[in-house]
């Protein structure tokens, strides 16, 4: 009998480590000028269905350099939702590479990013014009998608692509956390990163040394209904700040007038070159093409100081250097976004609780993105999301918010009432002259370091970031030529 029970007690044992996740192996990530280590778990798609359709989800490690390395590694979690954490990891480690002395950096492709069982839609890097300002084409693009992601061994049937929340994910999460073996994480969550980052917090506190959430955006936002208010309020503070420069004013005394008149002239049939291929194009320009061409440069100072003047033009009949501001973070090489992972989160966690969000409708930006995905999540599956996922509670480890007060999208409002129910262990910091992302900006990769590295919590949460405050918005871009006329 003993012998039985022992060969069954072996018997799992075998299975279970069948089970376990294989020794990560090294390896070659574009962007990394070091080999790395790649790795990966497996997971049940559907954890009521251990026997169901698995997927793998992969990581990426970039080891400590010291040999004596601390336990706690460093999770960074990518935003969009949609992007690949993997494939920003050239792009971001730069901003971790202190603490990578002692501290492993690891990138997580979270489910339907990157690696890990993609849901991506396979669009072009570049859409012609007149497709990015036709909803009706966004939508139908979307409606394939849907289709051709049905053939994927991942999905197989509709239902499926509600498995891909943020939830489900940042179980994958800690599965890697204990397939590493480590007790303790440091998070930095970006952007909807940050989402992701309070979840995991929310279902895995013990597990938690530090968190760092950059552009806050809670789990009850509603993006969709909120984009309009913020994207609102940033465009206003470009207008005020126009007004308190002397040289913008001189150029364009009527700057809100002349945005108006733009406005009011739309739709119109243009005749366009695209900015990066040159290719004319004859299109229909709508009012919401135009406000994702004015939201976009808004994620970044630098490229809004150059808004009067694209705005001056284009009131004038002259939409190029408009439209090129509108595509520059996305053609200067971003990552891409996994569409289906997108909407599968915004679908499954934003869009029922739309119509409590009761948010007015903003001057110029109006419901912001709310049509576009209540004509999308119309056909889009729902995953089912706890209804403990919208409520942040008190955080018993250190928690560093970072807000930039010029963010069209992130701004601080989201942020304080989250550090706000945090508790006494979040630090809100706000860089009132910073846009969208604040982690690659000036001094703030150094109050990253500190704030992790601190020895202890205390330390961590008195933090001077007196550095960042201090930052001054960049002056609006008068072409040269320009002023000397006005």
């Known amino acids: 009998m003993k012998a039985r029970r022992f060969a069954a007690a072996l018997a799992l044992l075998l299975v279970a480590g069948a089970a376990q996740a294989a020794e990560p192996a090294p390896c070659r990530i574009d962007g990394l000028v070091r080999e790395v280590l790649c790795g990966s778990v497996q997971r049940a798609l559907d954890p009521a269905q251990p026997d169901g359709i698995r997927i793998e989800v992969h ?15 460093v999770f960074p979690l990518a935003g969009g939702p949609g992007q690949s954490a993997i494939d920003v990891a050239g792009a971001t480690l730069g901003v971790f590479a202190r603490l990578n002395n002692r501290r492993d950096i690891v990138f997580v492709d979270q489910r339907g990013t990157g690696r890990s069982a993609p849901l991506d839609c396979e669009e072009p890097a570049a859409q012609p014009l007149a497709e990015s300002a036709d909803t009706a084409r966004q939508l139908q693009t979307l409606r394939e998608c849907r289709e051709r992601l049905l053939k994927r061994p991942h999905v197989k049937e509709a239902a499926n692509l509600g498995f891909y929340t943020t939830t489900l994910a940042m179980q994958d999460l800690d599965a890697v956390r204990q397939a590493l073996g480590a007790p303790r994480i440091n998070l930095v969550g970006a952007s909807y990163g940050t989402r ?3 979840e995991y917090q929310r279902q895995f506190p013990q597990a938690v040394r530090r968190s760092v959430l950059d552009g806050v955006a809670p789990p009850d936002m509603v993006l969709p209904a909120s984009a309009g208010i913020d994207a609102q309020a940033a465009l206003d503070a470009l207008f005020a700040a126009c007004g308190s420069e002397p040289a913008c004013t001189r150029r364009w005394p009527a700057l809100r007038q002349a945005w108006d008149g733009l406005l009011a002239s739309l739709p119109r049939e243009v005749n366009l070159a695209d900015p990066l291929t040159g290719t004319p194009e004859r299109f229909t320009l709508t009012r919401d093409a135009v406000l994702a061409a004015v939201r976009t440069p808004l994620y970044a100072p630098a490229l809004a100081a150059a808004l009067p003047a694209a705005i001056d033009m284009a009131a004038q009949g002259r939409f190029e250097p408009l439209i090129a501001l509108g595509g520059a973070l996305m053609r200067r090489g971003s990552p891409r976004i996994a569409t289906g992972m997108h909407f599968s989160v915004i679908c499954a966690e934003d869009m029922p609780r739309l119509a409590v969000a009761a948010v007015a409708p903003a ?3 109006g419901t912001g993105l709310a049509p576009l995905y209540e004509q999308a999540c119309a056909f889009w599956p729902r995953g089912a999301v706890p209804e403990a996922f919208y409520s942040v509670g008190r955080s018993a480890t250190p928690v560093l918010l970072l807000s930039g007060g010029l963010d069209p999208a992130t701004p601080p409002r989201h942020a304080k009432r989250v550090a706000e129910a945090l508790g006494a262990q979040a630090k809100h910091v706000v860089v009132p002259n910073a846009g969208h992302g604040l982690l690659g900006v000036g001094c703030v990769p ?3 370091f500190r704030f992790l590295d601190a ?4 330390d961590a949460l008195a933090l001077d970031a007196a550095c960042a405050t201090a930052m001054p918005r960049p002056p609006a871009f008068v072409p040269p030529g320009l002023e000397a006329r006005s």
Do not use: E
């Open 363 to 365: 001057r110029d930006f």
């Open 196 to 198: 992701a980052a309070l």
């Open 455 to 458: 020895a202890n919590d205390a």
């Open 59 to 73: 990581y990426v490690i970039v080891p400590a350099l010291a040999r004596r390395k601390l336990p706690d590694p």
């Open 446 to 448: 150094d109050l990253l």
